[in-house]
């Protein structure tokens, strides 16, 4: 089986920082099962390694397309939204900044590990959206690291609308902190990326704790209802119906 995440380490001028690359372009890099399980594992790579950031980073057409709804038509939400719940607040927890490089389309859960991100720089000509009420479902793990980052009022139309959005009302909710043109995306993000690896890392590692705490209070008393739910209404009738024909 090929892997579907590669961890790379990259140094300059004696700074050292990790490359974390989704890579499965066959599903738009969906949240399967297994790329969680490698995302998870690259992410406590990166926490035992001498790097002082992490660039989590996409290969192929999108950044990413969220869940693997082929995988969970066939075997239901249950191990998926634990393990997405579980990668989510890796990324709020662990103890490097976390800078998210957005060169495609993200799509429903992809925006929950964008949100957990400490940074995330995007080119001005993608497209987000929160699909998942059109099926008969709701962004419940991805509300978990999207509520306390986005404003209400654009939180509250993405979810409900489950239309598509552009990177200025993704900066301006605050669910991305970067926008460039495309032809600047990796010169920002190496720049971006520099600036934070110019501090100490005990420096970064306290001074990342303090915007986060709050996130993972409300993270952690939600998480257990918000997988329960997610897993409970992919089982339903109403999603199973939608999932079917959007597989056929």
Do not use: W
């Not at 961890?7 to 372009?25: F, G, W």
Request: overall charge negative; hydrophobic content about 45%.
């Amino acid at each position: 089986m090929s892997r579907l995440v590669r961890y790379d380490r990259a140094v300059s001028a004696d700074r050292a920082h990790a490359v974390i690359t989704l890579d499965s372009d066959r599903n738009r890099n969906a949240l399967s099962s297994q790329l969680l399980e490698e995302l998870r594992a690259a992410l406590n790579r990166a926490e035992d390694d001498d790097v002082l950031a992490i660039q989590l980073r996409a290969e192929g057409r999108a950044f990413c397309a969220g869940a693997d709804l082929q995988e969970a038509f066939r075997e239901g939400m249950d191990v998926s939204a634990h393990r997405l719940a579980g990668v989510i607040r890796a990324i709020l927890s662990h103890p490097l900044p976390v800078i998210a490089r957005l060169h495609g389309p993200v799509r429903a859960g992809g925006l929950g590990i964008v949100a957990a991100c400490d940074l995330a720089m995007a080119c001005d000509d993608l497209t987000y959206a929160l699909t998942e009420a059109r099926l008969g479902l709701t962004p419940a793990v991805i509300s978990l690291s999207a509520l306390p980052r986005m404003s209400a009022r654009v939180a509250r139309t993405t979810f409900l609308t489950a239309a598509t959005f552009d990177s200025q009302l993704a900066l301006d909710s605050g669910l991305i902190t970067h926008v460039v043109s495309r032809e600047h995306l990796e010169r920002a993000t190496e720049d971006l990326t520099a600036s934070l690896t110019a501090g100490e890392r005990q420096g970064l590692e306290a001074t990342k704790r303090l915007p986060n705490a709050d996130v993972l209070i409300y993270f952690d008393d939600r998480v257990d209802e918000m997988v329960s739910l997610s897993a409970a209404l992919f089982g339903s009738e109403t999603a199973r119906s939608h999932l079917a024909a959007f597989l056929r």
